[in-house]
């Protein structure tokens, strides 16, 4: 219980000064939303996971992490379409949108972390990554930093949901673990990141 607390801290403390000692450099707002976001998300989830708190304040917090880590993915995931200017596109701008309002819908419904899981494979890989991946030749070494940041949220991810139910590993704070790491390297892709068009 308290060492899954303290990774959920370590996690909050990596964003918050990675925030903190955040360099003005020609990129949007948001990736350090992204970044910010989710250390707030590892934050609140600390204490939400706590057995001392009342069931009602720990269903409440677990929600808000929730919500604000849906609100994390879509930084990222919208960060990625206008750096690359694909938000120039009427549809996005109602996929993108939509895609969030069904995931938060679904959370206010149930409290269950499944949509967060699937908004994240969406947000993340589908949206994110992928304008990464098809930009890739105009920046070949930042690109891969990034996909590498995102690569270890997903193996995060992974690790979280194939040992969830098992007593003997805590996938959970190795998640938080892996997540902590992921956003030092995601920061200094970010950082590396110059405007540049996408490719016609």
Not at 168 to 183: M, Q, R
Request: aromatic fraction near 14%; glycine fraction near 6%; include cysteine.
């Amino acid at each position: 219980m308290w060492f899954s607390f303290f990774t959920n801290v370590l996690t909050f403390s990596v964003a918050l000064i990675l925030c903190l000692s955040w360099k003005a450099r020609p990129i949007n707002r948001y990736f350090f939303l992204f970044i910010l976001l989710t250390g707030v998300t590892a934050g609140i989830a600390a204490f939400g996971h706590l057995p001392l708190l009342h069931k009602n304040w720990q269903s409440g917090l677990l929600m808000l992490s929730r919500a604000l880590n849906l609100m994390a993915i879509f930084s990222f995931a919208t960060g990625a379409l206008v750096h690359f200017q694909y938000y120039d596109r009427t549809w996005l701008k109602v996929l993108n949108p939509a895609l969030i309002l069904i995931a938060m819908s679904w959370l206010a419904y149930s409290n269950v972390f499944t949509p967060v899981m699937l908004y994240g494979v969406i947000g993340m890989l589908l949206i994110g990554v992928l304008s990464f991946i098809l930009n890739f030749k105009s920046d070949k070494r930042t690109h891969s930093i990034i996909i590498s940041g995102v690569g270890l949220i997903a193996l995060s991810a992974a690790i979280f949901a194939a040992f969830k139910h098992s007593t003997d590993f805590v996938a959970s704070d190795i998640s938080h673990i892996i997540i902590a790491t992921s956003l030092i390297i995601l920061t200094f892709g970010f950082h590396q990141l110059t405007p540049q068009k996408i490719e016609d």
